[in-house]
C-alpha cells in the first residue's frame, strides 16, 4: 500500500466513522419527540424507538404523531421540518453504510458498491460502483456539518416545546 493510498482510506475511514456517529447521535433525539408527542417519558420512548427496526420507520411515527388531528401548527410544523431534513441527510448515510468498499486498481481511489439488487424484465443489475473521489469526500463532510446544525436545531425545538429531555 502506498501511503497515498493509506492516508485516502484513512480519511475515508474517519469520515464515514463522524457520519456514523452523528447520524446515530441526531436520529436518537427522535425518543424525546416521541416521548412529547405521545406524552410519555424517555424510557417509554426509548421501547417504542428501539422496536421500529429502521430509520425511515422512526420518522414515519414522528411525522404520523406531529399530523394528528388537534395538533397545534406550531408544534407540527417545526416538527415536519426537522424530520424532512433528517430524511434528506438519509440518503448519503445510506450510501456509505450499506455498501461494500473496494479500491480503484489504478488510482487507489476508493469505491462504494451498493449491496442492492434491481429486478428488470428479463435479467438483474447487481450494486452500483461509485468511485470515492475528493467530491464525494466533500460531501461526506458537507453532509457531517449539517447533522451537527441538525442536532443542534433538534434540541432546540426540544427544549423550546418542553419535551422531555
Not at 441538525?150 to 429531555?165: Q, S, V
Request: hydrophobic share 40%.
Amino acid at each position: 500500500m502506498t501511503d497515498d493510498f493509506e492516508a485516502r482510506f484513512d480519511r475515508l475511514i474517519l469520515l464515514v466513522g463522524k457520519l456514523n456517529y452523528m447520524w446515530t447521535n441526531t436520529e436518537s433525539l427522535l425518543i424525546h419527540l416521541i416521548a412529547g408527542l405521545t406524552r410519555t417519558n424517555k424510557d417509554i420512548s426509548v421501547i417504542i424507538f428501539l422496536t421500529l427496526n429502521t430509520t425511515r420507520a422512526r420518522i414515519d411515527l414522528v411525522e404520523r404523531l406531529a399530523k394528528m388531528e388537534g395538533r397545534p401548527p406550531d408544534i407540527r410544523d417545526p416538527i415536519l421540518k426537522h424530520t424532512q431534513r433528517l430524511s434528506k441527510l438519509s440518503g448519503i448515510r445510506n450510501r456509505y453504510n450499506h455498501c461494500i468498499y473496494s479500491f480503484d486498481p489504478d488510482s487507489g481511489n476508493p469505491k462504494t458498491i451498493l449491496m442492492r439488487i434491481a429486478d428488470r424484465k428479463t435479467d438483474i443489475k447487481l450494486g452500483r460502483q461509485d468511485t470515492v473521489d475528493e467530491g464525494a469526500m466533500k460531501e461526506i463532510e458537507k453532509v457531517v456539518e449539517q447533522l451537527s446544525v441538525a442536532n443542534r436545531d433538534l434540541w432546540k425545538l426540544i427544549n423550546d416545546l418542553g419535551f422531555p429531555a
